[in-house]
């Protein structure tokens, strides 16, 4: 039987899987996990609802529960949005402005470098490894 899902990761659809998804199976687009908790009916963002199903400590990472079910819900959005918006967060903590010229001549110029490397470089500046 084939059917059609979301990663509950990244939000990729996953086309032409067939169930049982095995233990191994995971996202092409990302590489998550898909036979996980994340990933099943029964999980409710915190804990299992399956009262005879045994939860693992993580529940992102392939498991071997004979009672997983994958879900067309799971995917909650955001991994893309939240690995930005910590990129953005770091950026603003440094200020994205950036006055002094790199030290390194074979780097590249402020202009062509994104926030998060700019803030490295402040980091880097501030702790004194740069």
């Known amino acids: 039987m084939s059917i059609k899902l979301q990663c509950w990761q990244c939000g990729a659809v996953l086309s032409g899987l067939l169930l049982p998804l095995s233990r191994r199976e995971e996202c092409s687009t990302c590489g998550a996990d898909l036979h996980c908790c994340k990933f099943c009916e029964f999980f409710d963002n915190r804990h299992c609802n399956e009262p005879r199903a045994e939860p693992p400590n993580d529940k992102q990472k392939a498991n071997f529960c004979d009672y997983f079910k994958p879900t067309d819900g799971a995917y909650q959005g955001g991994y893309r949005d939240k690995r930005a918006e910590a990129k953005a967060k770091l950026a603003a903590l440094f200020g994205d402005d950036s006055q002094s010229p790199p030290e390194n001549t074979d780097t590249k110029p402020d202009s062509e470098k994104t926030p998060a490397e700019?803030?490295?470089?402040?980091?880097r500046k501030l702790l004194g490894d740069g």
């Not at 700019?118 to 980091?123: H, S």
């Open 118 to 123: 700019l803030a490295e470089e402040k980091l």
